[in-house]
């Protein structure tokens, strides 16, 4: 698996696989992104420091995308998807242990923080492989965090 920055040519396959019935029900909001609003947000991510975005790339297929978005607290969001196509072939927690040892080079990695839904149990278990250590839940969503002392978590390459 291979890991690289997003880019703008990438805005297309990531609205398709934001908009894909089953993200939209995993995703936090539950709703479907507008492509206007798809396309600022990317333009916008791509441009700030205070966003990470790598695309998960095997053979020359797309997998997946890993997002890190600074919050003001100094901790970083990581949010997960894959490309449909690629979901239940047991890629997922590869995919988000690659992009964390790409985007967070070994001893400059920040706390992580991911907010995860509990009627999605796969990314539950993905995000608990990776290191990620429960922290408690509130109307549904559960808390998960990597401190920079927990090493390189189970799945990291």
Known sequence: MEFRRAVIQ?????????????????SLTGKAVAEADHFAWIARVLASPDFILLMAEQAGEKLGMVRFDREEDGEWEVSINLNPAARGRGLAADLLAGSIAAAFPAGARPPLVAWVKQ??????????RCG???????DGVETFRLAPSCGDGGRMP
């Open 10 to 26: 990438d805005a297309s396959d990531l609205l398709v696989w934001r908009n894909d019935p089953d993200t939209i029900a995993n």
């Open 119 to 128: 009627s999605n149990p796969a990314s539950l278990r993905i995000f608990e």
């Open 132 to 138: 990620f250590i429960h922290e408690g839940d509130e």
